[in-house]
């Protein structure tokens, strides 16, 4: 062993490991830790670790609906000290939470106290609030004392913490949940708990019910703070069936007529997790940059109720159009994404349909009621046991007494006089005498019948699967009746609804139209000035650079830009920084890479082709609307090797190619021969050997000639005949007078 290493303790070993192994060997543990005990909740009761933990805390104070409050404080200790060995401001943040009834859509826990807003206001200093459960939480927590589930050790060993709650309520689905995990994230939006029950009433009473049979009872989410669900049926039903997908969520508004024809939209439901003091701050900035024309003043006069007021600038604005362009811009419109990962009844993370979820509820309910019942069965059978010996010591009181008064070992006397069993014995031996005088055959009598029925009715339970499920069915039919739509917590919030045909904006509508010019340079800088410049117009640049191409567009344009690595970009003309001076980077606007350049720009018109080609020769006819990018990321149209880039993206009008490459041929062929795709490699559009690559290619009418420009001038051939073949072709010795640059120009 090296000097420079010590030796391990007494009774202790060395073992060598790899840095890798080491790292990868804790590193798992760490993500194996953060998936099942912090992020992903449980299936069966839709609750992480730290929730369940402050569920059962609060349960062990006695803190239920009918209690008194205890300091929040007092809570977070107690969960802190026996159950939950993190930081007490994760544990407050997450009573916080399930007190909200912003956040929740059904509170776990009724707060006392300032418990924040949904402005986004922090609630006050645990040692300020005071909490105790509410009726759902207690209806997760229901049975928990009758071997409903299973139990393990705290973290010290000191205390047992339940592995899974009852949970006669459908938490996971009525709540949601959402967290990320290593490689992993969960996002669950709440849902309505009486369509939930609706929908597992369905799936008992037919186990193949599918989810369209499901989706009749469940229509969507339901979050706490209203709002407008515009998602499609069938991206709803995808997203359910599959668990992932998303919802688009609206804010509700009307509009209030005032004084004089003028009027004012009401926004009074935003979306969910939105918080309303971001979202106006937002508007305020949108309306400073003059991003919403149509808007003139935006106030909030919200109390315990949202009410966000939107003055238009003029009474002429249609309220629908203005709600349309702060639905785009702004978080009035949210979309909330669904990706049911969850923990099932074995610990392992998956992804989950509606179905399913509901199903691993529906079979936990099962395992509960077994449990239960066996539990309540076997209280029975000692309750019995003991009336048994009641009634013996009823009929032999004078017996019973002479022995306890007489005898040295008085419970094995009475065992052996009455053959009793030891549990009666004791129980003999534990009365009070003051138990004598209740102590009536006709009483024992009526007791023991009770529970023998009870029993009887137990025992029929656990031997029928159908009745097992017809009292779940029962069960769920109380909780719906407790927290269903009947209820003012149930009643839904969320109205299911969809956008209205002729809503959609036109952006370009609210864009002052001017002319302009895209100027870019050689360097990547890109500017727009203000009027169609003339080709003599003086441009300046910085040192070193110079113009790249001269664009003339009108600032409601959409400006398509071609780059080397084959991605189309697309660029509202007015996005483009005006003024004299240098612009701003193309990459920063396009999001391109240092590696990357631009190939070409032009403005896009409806209708229009256009041919796209590589340097190695490869291209296709491509219509002009696939060229245009929803994202600044771009669209991939030209698929490129790393050693090939995109070249050209000429106009496709006409009837002939001319293609010409750097080993100095030239080739026509008729544009027919050119497949017109959406996405690809294309073509070989001409042979291309030792290394050579496509110069340049050209569309053009065969009966107008190939025109290029030579000199201050064009030059046009009109007879082809020389240079005309098939595509892929080899190609001939370009004219005289063409161009050394070998490139068209025109």
């Known amino acids: 062993m090296p000097d420079d290493i010590k030796a391990p303790p007494e009774g202790g070993n060395m073992r060598e490991t790899g840095l890798a192994d080491a790292l990868s060997e804790r590193y798992l543990a760490y993500a194996l830790s953060t998936i099942v005990s912090r992020s992903l909740p449980d299936v069966r009761d839709g609750l992480k670790p730290v929730h369940r933990r402050l569920l059962y805390a609060m349960h062990q104070l ?307 009621l077994v449990r239960r019942s066996e539990h309540r069965l076997a209280a029975i059978a000692r309750r019995l046991e003991i009336l048994d010996g009641y009634l013996i010591v009823y009929l032999n009181l004078d017996e019973v007494i002479r022995i306890v008064r007489e005898e040295d070992k008085p419970k094995e006397a009475l065992m052996a006089t009455f053959s009793l069993t030891e549990t009666q014995a004791n129980a003999i031996l534990d009365m009070r005498l003051r138990a004598l005088r209740k102590l009536e055959e006709m009483e024992i009598r009526r007791e023991h019948t009770k529970l023998s029925k009870e029993q009887a009715k137990l025992k029929g339970l656990l031997s029928s699967e159908g009745k097992r499920w017809a009292a779940i069915a029962e069960e769920i039919r109380e909780t719906r009746k407790r927290f269903g739509q009947e209820t003012p917590l149930g009643k839904r919030r969320t109205i299911p609804g969809s956008i209205e045909p002729g809503a959609v904006v036109d952006e370009t509508a609210f864009i002052e139209r001017e002319p302009i010019t895209v100027i870019l340079s050689e360097k990547g800088w890109i500017r727009a000035q203000k009027g169609h410049l003339g080709a003599d117009a003086e441009l300046r640049f910085k040192e070193g650079d110079s113009l790249k191409y001269a664009l003339h567009a009108e600032t409601t344009d959409r400006i398509v830009v071609l780059a080397t690595n084959g991605k189309a970009y697309t660029v509202k003309a007015d996005a483009i920084p005006r003024g004299r001076g240098d612009g701003q980077p193309v990459r920063l606007l396009l999001d ?108 053009f009418s065969a009966k107008e000639g190939l025109a290029w420009r030579y000199g201050g001038g064009v030059k046009v051939e009109t007879d082809l005949r020389t240079w005309a073949g098939q595509r892929a072709g080899a190609g001939k010795m370009p004219p005289d007078r063409f161009p050394k640059s070998r490139k068209f120009g025109a």
């Open 62 to 368: 006695k803190l239920d609906p009918a209690a008194g409050f205890k300091k929040c404080a007092r809570i977070v200790g107690d969960v802190m000290g026996k159950y939950h060995p993190h930081g007490d401001s994760s544990i407050y943040e997450a009573l916080v939470r399930q007190a909200q009834d912003f956040a929740a859509r059904y509170p776990l826990v009724e707060g006392q106290g300032n418990f924040g807003n949904i402005d986004g206001d922090n609630a006050a200093a645990m040692r300020y609030t005071e909490a105790r459960l509410t009726e759902v939480a207690q209806a997760l927590l229901e049975g928990i004392e009758e071997n409903a589930v299973d139990f393990r050790a705290t973290y010290d060993g000191e205390e047992k913490e339940p592995l899974v709650l009852p949970a006669a309520f459908p938490n996971l689905l009525a709540n949601g949940a959402a967290g990320i995990a290593v490689g992993m994230a969960t996002s669950i939006p709440p849902h309505n708990a009486g369509e939930l029950c609706d929908a597992a009433l369905v799936l008992i009473d037919n186990p193949q019910a599918g989810i369209d049979d499901l989706l009749a009872h469940v229509k969507g989410p339901d979050f706490p703070t209203g709002g407008l669900l515009v998602e499609s049926p069938e991206s709803m039903r995808e997203a359910y069936a599959t668990g992932r997908g998303g919802f688009r969520l609206r804010a509700q508004w009307t509009v209030e007529p005032l004084k004089n024809g003028t009027w004012q939209v009401v926004v009074h439901e935003i979306p969910y997790q939105v918080q309303k003091s971001r979202l106006i701050e937002q508007i305020a900035a949108l309306m400073e940059e003059k991003k919403l024309p149509l808007l003139g003043d935006v106030r909030d006069e919200s109390t315990d109720v949202v009410r966000l007021v939107l003055e238009p600038k003029s009474r002429a604005v249609d309220a629908k159009m203005l709600m349309e362009t702060l639905f785009r811009h702004t978080q009035l419109e949210t979309r909330f994404p669904l990706n049911m990962n969850v923990l099932d009844a074995d610990r392992t993370p998956r992804v989950m349909g509606l179905r399913e979820v509901l199903r691993c509820w529906l079979d936990h309910r099962h395992v509960v």
């Open 592 to 699: 391109l890479s240092n590696g990357d350049d631009v190939v070409t720009l032009f403005v896009h018109k409806e209708g229009r082709r256009f041919l796209v080609a590589a340097t190695d020769g490869k291209g296709f006819v491509v219509k002009g609307e696939e060229l245009l990018a929803e994202k600044r990321t771009g669209k991939q149209v030209l698929v490129v090797d790393a050693a090939v880039e995109a070249l050209l993206c000429v106009p496709a009008e006409g009837d002939s190619v001319a293609t010409i490459g750097s080993n100095n041929r030239l080739l026509v062929f008729p544009l027919s021969q050119v497949p017109e795709m959406t996405r690809g490699r294309g073509v070989q559009l001409m042979q291309l050997k030792d290394g050579a690559t496509l110069n340049d290619a050209k569309v």
